[in-house]
């Protein structure tokens, strides 16, 4: 069983950093993309980044701002988020696929206060 746990969230002033983190345990392997998802209420959850074995990549609006690591080892994802806009007020959840299953972290709240 895949558990993904993640932490970081809260309230900044717009312009300022957070760093989420992303502790997964279970069946997971370095093979596996894992990523950052966002979800306003009543909107669609968005892809925010993933990372995988061969690289990173990021959504539009935060390229330039977010950068998101892996530690293999420890089995952890990192989102650091700079530069925070109002509009990245969100819940954000971390991601995992294994084996064609999906597995959600239970979301931590993001507030940018402009």
């Known amino acids: 069983q895949v558990q993904l746990v993640e932490s970081g969230g809260g309230l900044v002033q717009a312009g300022g950093s957070l760093r989420l983190s992303c502790a997964a345990s279970?069946?997971?392997?370095?093979?596996?993309?894992m990523g950052w998802y966002r979800q306003a209420s009543g909107k669609q959850r968005e892809l925010v980044a993933v990372?995988?074995?061969?690289?990173?990549s990021y959504a539009d609006s935060v390229k330039g701002r977010f950068t998101i690591s892996r530690d293999y080892a420890e089995k952890m994802v990192y989102l650091q988020m700079n530069s925070l806009k109002p509009e990245d007020t969100d819940v954000y959840y971390c991601h995992v696929q294994v084996y064609g299953s999906q597995y959600w972290g239970q979301g931590t709240q993001v507030t940018v206060s402009s």
């Open positions: 990372i995988s074995s061969g690289g990173a």
């Open positions: 279970g069946m997971i392997f370095s093979t596996n993309r």
